[in-house]
């Protein structure tokens, strides 16, 4: 079985997860997917040294220390990461960017602080609107550009976790050491990793990573008219069997997980015939907000030949996940029924 990354850049650093580390609830640190716009900094920087600063609409400016962040109350939250351009390559059209499968998504128990804790301590003035989240990264290439993220104020003071711990260890170094920031059940672009400051701002920031990208745009359209990536999409994907796998006529096990962003997933049906008879899989394992549901169905009397096995996921409102997924330029959100199909031989 394979559990190793699959590198699809090495400077910067981006790899996705086989879809065989996908198949528990808890997706292991070391084979979690990285998505890095610039480098990620060669070692860990002394906690000793660093500092977060808070800064902008608020009455006191603030650097926090590790031990400040460590001293307020502790919070924690499973929360599914999913990269926006995550299923990219699996769209029929083309679009730029890196060729993600299914595996730039993971499920970690996050151990921090709530950001509206810091946001506090700080006093946010009438005029606070938005948090612009940087990281002490070094961008890449000769622009220089910093990737400077921001979110709106009700996000920031409602569900998002300032996290310094995945999976009960200390922040890996890749996924943000010491603190990243974690808009939970938003796509990864809003989860600024090695924060370095916190800017409260009266207007959302711009720049290259606010209005060029992580933005839904056709062709010929002004990227910043474009809607912003915010929430994780209704999704389906299947860990067992694997795509291409030859198996044995009989009863075969389809495993899964499905996800919603902040919603709750409220059912996955399969369907062994494109679609059109569809059969309810059975929710299993845990159930916490902004983590995957884990699924399964036992398909019994397999019979010999090509088949294609396809996963739809319903979310707690009733909404269904397409059959297609919207096309877009930069390809974000793709949670296309059909594109994550899997074909299995059985014999
Ligand atoms: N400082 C910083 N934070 C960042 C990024 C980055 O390049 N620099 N990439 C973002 C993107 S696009 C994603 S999908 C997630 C990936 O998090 P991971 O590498 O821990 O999986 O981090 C986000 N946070
Ligand atoms: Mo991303």
């Known amino acids: 079985m394979k559990t190793e990354l699959r590198v699809m850049t090495e400077r910067p650093l981006n790899a996705e997860t086989p879809a065989a580390a996908l198949h528990s609830w808890i997706t292991p640190n070391h084979v979690f997917f990285d998505r890095n716009q ?10 000793a040294r660093w500092r977060l600063s808070v800064e902008g609409e608020i009455r006191t400016p603030l650097a926090f220390s590790f031990d400040d962040i460590r001293r307020l109350p502790k919070a924690i939250a499973a929360d599914t990461l999913e990269c926006s351009g995550n299923g990219r390559s699996l769209l029929a059209e083309k679009s730029a960017g890196n060729p993600w499968t299914v595996g730039g998504v993971g499920n970690a128990v996050w151990g921090g602080v709530w950001l509206r804790d810091v946001l506090n301590q700080a006093g946010l003035k009438p005029a606070a609107a938005h948090v612009a989240f940087e990281g002490f990264d070094r961008p890449s290439g000769a622009s220089g550009v910093k990737f400077i993220r921001s979110i709106p104020l009700e996000k920031a003071l409602s569900t998002t976790l300032l996290a310094y711990e995945m999976n009960g260890e200390p922040l890996p170094l890749k996924h943000g ?79 899964g997980a499905a996800y919603a962003g902040t919603d709750r997933v409220a059912r996955v049906d399969l369907s062994f015939d494109g679609g059109t008879t569809w059969r309810a899989a059975q929710l299993i394992g845990p159930d916490e907000p902004f983590a995957w549901r884990q699924w399964q169905y036992v398909w019994t009397g397999a ?27 930069l390809g974000y959100g793709n949670n296309g029924v059909r594109e994550h199909a899997v074909s299995v031989r059985i014999v």
């Open 177 to 255: 050491y010491p603190l990243r920031a974690l808009a939970l059940g938003w796509t990864g672009a809003n989860c600024v990793k090695w924060l370095s400051r916190l800017t409260v701002m009266d207007r959302p920031f711009a720049g290259f990573f606010m209005d060029n990208v992580y933005r839904v745009f056709q062709k010929g359209q002004d990227p910043a008219t474009g809607e912003k990536v915010t929430g994780i999409k209704l999704k389906s994907i299947i860990t067992q069997p694997l795509a291409g796998e030859t198996l044995c006529a009989g009863t075969v096990v389809v495993l």
């Open 38 to 47: 610039g480098a990620i900094p060669r070692r860990r920087i002394a906690l």
């Open 303 to 329: 019979g010999t030949g090509e088949h294609t096995l396809m996963a739809r996921a319903t979310d707690g409102r009733g909404r269904r996940q397409p059959m297609q997924a919207a096309w877009n330029v």
